[in-house]
T-cell receptor, first 114, second 112 residues
Protein backbone atom coordinates (compact mmCIF):
# COMPACT_ATOMS: atom_id res chain seq x y z
CA UNK A 1 0.00 0.00 0.00
CA UNK A 2 2.01 2.96 -1.29
CA UNK A 3 -0.59 5.66 -0.53
CA UNK A 4 0.99 9.09 -1.04
CA UNK A 5 4.61 9.11 -2.18
CA UNK A 6 6.79 12.21 -2.03
CA UNK A 7 10.25 12.72 -3.44
CA UNK A 8 12.84 13.71 -2.46
CA UNK A 9 12.84 13.19 1.32
CA UNK A 10 15.61 15.72 1.90
CA UNK A 11 16.97 18.58 -0.20
CA UNK A 12 19.42 21.41 0.32
CA UNK A 13 19.32 24.35 -2.07
CA UNK A 14 21.20 27.58 -2.44
CA UNK A 15 19.26 30.82 -2.61
CA UNK A 16 18.01 31.36 -6.15
CA UNK A 17 18.07 27.73 -7.22
CA UNK A 18 14.95 26.05 -8.49
CA UNK A 19 13.52 22.63 -7.79
CA UNK A 20 10.36 20.57 -8.08
CA UNK A 21 8.87 18.46 -5.32
CA UNK A 22 7.07 15.43 -6.65
CA UNK A 23 3.95 13.83 -5.24
CA UNK A 24 1.96 10.84 -6.45
CA UNK A 25 -1.00 8.97 -4.98
CA UNK A 26 -2.39 5.58 -5.94
CA UNK A 27 -5.79 5.83 -4.24
CA UNK A 28 -7.66 7.39 -7.18
CA UNK A 29 -8.31 10.54 -5.16
CA UNK A 30 -9.58 13.62 -6.92
CA UNK A 31 -8.24 16.22 -4.46
CA UNK A 32 -4.58 16.84 -3.70
CA UNK A 33 -2.85 19.41 -1.49
CA UNK A 34 0.52 20.88 -0.66
CA UNK A 35 1.16 22.06 2.92
CA UNK A 36 4.23 23.45 4.60
CA UNK A 37 4.97 22.82 8.26
CA UNK A 38 6.98 25.29 10.29
CA UNK A 39 7.73 25.33 14.04
CA UNK A 40 4.99 27.14 15.93
CA UNK A 41 2.95 27.66 12.76
CA UNK A 42 1.34 24.28 12.26
CA UNK A 43 0.40 23.29 8.72
CA UNK A 44 -0.35 25.99 6.19
CA UNK A 45 -1.91 25.31 2.82
CA UNK A 46 0.18 26.37 -0.17
CA UNK A 47 -1.90 25.16 -3.11
CA UNK A 48 -4.54 22.58 -3.73
CA UNK A 49 -6.16 20.83 -6.66
CA UNK A 50 -9.79 19.87 -6.27
CA UNK A 51 -9.69 17.74 -9.40
CA UNK A 52 -7.51 16.96 -12.38
CA UNK A 53 -6.96 20.11 -14.41
CA UNK A 54 -7.72 22.59 -11.63
CA UNK A 55 -5.49 24.28 -9.08
CA UNK A 56 -6.15 26.99 -6.49
CA UNK A 57 -4.09 29.09 -4.13
CA UNK A 58 -4.10 28.39 -0.45
CA UNK A 59 -2.96 30.51 2.48
CA UNK A 60 0.72 30.92 1.48
CA UNK A 61 1.14 30.54 -2.32
CA UNK A 62 3.77 33.21 -2.98
CA UNK A 63 7.02 31.84 -4.39
CA UNK A 64 5.45 28.54 -5.48
CA UNK A 65 3.81 27.07 -8.55
CA UNK A 66 2.00 23.78 -8.95
CA UNK A 67 1.08 21.38 -11.71
CA UNK A 68 -1.61 18.74 -11.59
CA UNK A 69 -0.02 16.52 -14.21
CA UNK A 70 -2.74 13.89 -14.12
CA UNK A 71 -5.06 12.42 -11.50
CA UNK A 72 -2.17 10.74 -9.69
CA UNK A 73 0.49 13.44 -9.66
CA UNK A 74 0.67 16.93 -8.17
CA UNK A 75 4.03 18.70 -8.20
CA UNK A 76 5.22 21.81 -6.35
CA UNK A 77 7.87 24.04 -7.92
CA UNK A 78 10.09 26.63 -6.34
CA UNK A 79 11.35 28.84 -9.17
CA UNK A 80 13.86 30.84 -7.13
CA UNK A 81 14.32 29.43 -3.64
CA UNK A 82 14.60 31.75 -0.65
CA UNK A 83 15.69 31.00 2.94
CA UNK A 84 12.10 31.70 4.06
CA UNK A 85 11.09 28.59 2.15
CA UNK A 86 13.10 26.36 4.46
CA UNK A 87 10.41 24.06 5.79
CA UNK A 88 8.97 20.58 5.77
CA UNK A 89 6.58 20.09 2.86
CA UNK A 90 3.73 17.63 2.92
CA UNK A 91 1.59 16.43 0.08
CA UNK A 92 -1.86 15.05 0.87
CA UNK A 93 -4.85 13.64 -0.97
CA UNK A 94 -8.46 12.80 -0.26
CA UNK A 95 -11.76 11.83 -1.81
CA UNK A 96 -13.90 14.98 -1.69
CA UNK A 97 -17.03 12.86 -1.73
CA UNK A 98 -16.31 12.31 1.95
CA UNK A 99 -16.46 16.06 2.65
CA UNK A 100 -12.68 16.19 2.62
CA UNK A 101 -12.46 13.73 5.48
CA UNK A 102 -9.37 11.64 6.13
CA UNK A 103 -6.57 13.33 4.38
CA UNK A 104 -3.80 10.90 3.48
CA UNK A 105 -0.35 12.41 3.89
CA UNK A 106 3.01 11.62 2.41
CA UNK A 107 6.05 11.33 4.68
CA UNK A 108 7.29 14.81 3.85
CA UNK A 109 10.20 16.59 2.19
CA UNK A 110 12.61 18.44 4.43
CA UNK A 111 13.94 21.41 2.47
CA UNK A 112 16.75 23.71 3.53
CA UNK A 113 17.55 26.86 1.57
CA UNK A 114 20.94 28.37 2.38
CA UNK B 1 -12.34 33.51 8.57
CA UNK B 2 -12.49 30.00 9.95
CA UNK B 3 -9.73 29.05 12.37
CA UNK B 4 -8.58 26.53 14.96
CA UNK B 5 -6.84 27.32 18.25
CA UNK B 6 -5.00 24.66 20.22
CA UNK B 7 -3.35 24.81 23.61
CA UNK B 8 0.35 25.42 23.33
CA UNK B 9 2.76 22.71 24.27
CA UNK B 10 4.81 20.90 24.93
CA UNK B 11 2.73 18.71 27.20
CA UNK B 12 4.87 16.42 29.34
CA UNK B 13 3.23 13.52 31.19
CA UNK B 14 4.17 10.34 32.97
CA UNK B 15 2.89 7.03 31.67
CA UNK B 16 -0.70 6.28 32.73
CA UNK B 17 -1.51 9.95 33.35
CA UNK B 18 -4.72 11.56 32.06
CA UNK B 19 -4.40 13.67 28.93
CA UNK B 20 -6.40 16.68 27.78
CA UNK B 21 -5.43 18.81 24.81
CA UNK B 22 -7.75 21.76 24.33
CA UNK B 23 -9.04 22.82 20.91
CA UNK B 24 -11.51 25.56 20.07
CA UNK B 25 -12.67 26.65 16.66
CA UNK B 26 -14.25 29.55 14.82
CA UNK B 27 -16.46 28.74 11.86
CA UNK B 28 -19.43 30.34 10.17
CA UNK B 29 -21.19 27.14 9.22
CA UNK B 30 -21.30 23.58 10.52
CA UNK B 31 -17.81 22.19 10.10
CA UNK B 32 -16.53 18.67 10.57
CA UNK B 33 -13.83 18.41 13.23
CA UNK B 34 -10.75 16.21 13.32
CA UNK B 35 -7.71 15.24 15.34
CA UNK B 36 -4.62 14.22 13.39
CA UNK B 37 -1.45 12.77 14.90
CA UNK B 38 2.10 13.02 13.64
CA UNK B 39 4.66 10.54 14.94
CA UNK B 40 8.35 11.47 14.67
CA UNK B 41 9.59 11.50 11.10
CA UNK B 42 6.20 10.72 9.59
CA UNK B 43 3.33 12.48 7.91
CA UNK B 44 0.05 13.19 9.66
CA UNK B 45 -2.59 10.52 10.05
CA UNK B 46 -6.21 10.78 11.08
CA UNK B 47 -6.81 9.90 14.72
CA UNK B 48 -10.54 10.62 15.06
CA UNK B 49 -13.32 12.79 13.70
CA UNK B 50 -16.81 14.13 14.42
CA UNK B 51 -19.14 15.51 11.80
CA UNK B 52 -21.94 17.13 13.82
CA UNK B 53 -22.71 18.60 17.21
CA UNK B 54 -22.59 16.18 20.18
CA UNK B 55 -20.85 13.51 18.12
CA UNK B 56 -18.01 11.75 19.92
CA UNK B 57 -15.04 10.55 17.92
CA UNK B 58 -12.87 7.82 19.39
CA UNK B 59 -9.85 5.73 18.41
CA UNK B 60 -6.96 4.02 20.21
CA UNK B 61 -8.30 5.13 23.61
CA UNK B 62 -8.53 8.79 22.56
CA UNK B 63 -11.86 10.61 22.58
CA UNK B 64 -13.17 14.03 21.58
CA UNK B 65 -16.72 15.41 21.67
CA UNK B 66 -18.01 18.06 19.25
CA UNK B 67 -19.38 20.82 21.48
CA UNK B 68 -21.15 23.45 19.42
CA UNK B 69 -22.20 25.54 22.43
CA UNK B 70 -18.57 26.03 23.48
CA UNK B 71 -17.10 25.64 19.95
CA UNK B 72 -14.67 23.06 21.30
CA UNK B 73 -13.28 19.64 20.41
CA UNK B 74 -10.93 18.73 23.25
CA UNK B 75 -8.86 15.56 22.95
CA UNK B 76 -8.74 13.22 25.97
CA UNK B 77 -7.18 9.93 26.92
CA UNK B 78 -7.52 8.26 30.27
CA UNK B 79 -4.09 6.64 30.46
CA UNK B 80 -1.30 7.68 28.10
CA UNK B 81 1.55 5.45 26.99
CA UNK B 82 5.08 6.26 25.89
CA UNK B 83 4.03 5.31 22.37
CA UNK B 84 1.52 8.20 22.37
CA UNK B 85 4.39 10.71 22.22
CA UNK B 86 3.71 12.69 19.07
CA UNK B 87 2.39 16.00 17.76
CA UNK B 88 -1.40 16.34 17.77
CA UNK B 89 -3.26 18.63 15.38
CA UNK B 90 -6.84 19.76 15.66
CA UNK B 91 -8.46 20.59 12.32
CA UNK B 92 -11.76 21.57 10.78
CA UNK B 93 -13.37 21.14 7.39
CA UNK B 94 -15.59 24.18 6.75
CA UNK B 95 -17.71 22.60 4.05
CA UNK B 96 -17.59 20.05 1.28
CA UNK B 97 -14.89 20.73 -1.29
CA UNK B 98 -12.72 22.98 0.87
CA UNK B 99 -9.32 22.26 2.34
CA UNK B 100 -8.79 21.42 6.00
CA UNK B 101 -7.73 24.18 8.37
CA UNK B 102 -5.23 23.04 10.98
CA UNK B 103 -4.27 24.30 14.40
CA UNK B 104 -0.61 24.86 15.22
CA UNK B 105 -0.16 21.48 16.83
CA UNK B 106 0.57 20.34 20.39
CA UNK B 107 3.61 18.23 21.20
CA UNK B 108 3.01 15.45 23.72
CA UNK B 109 5.92 13.76 25.45
CA UNK B 110 5.21 10.76 27.67
CA UNK B 111 7.92 9.32 29.91
CA UNK B 112 8.01 5.94 31.64
Amino acid sequence: NAGVTQTPKFQVLKTGQSMTLQCAQDMNHNSMYWYRQDPGMGLRLIYYSASEGTTDKGEVPNGYNVSRLNKREFSLRLESAAPSQTSVYFCASTDPGQKNEKLFFGSGTQLSVL
Amino acid sequence: GDSVTQMEGPVTLSEEAFLTINCTYTATGYPSLFWYVQYPGEGLQLLLKATKADDKGSNKGFEATYRKETTSFHLEKGSVQVSDSAVYFCALSPQAGTALIFGKGTTLSVSS
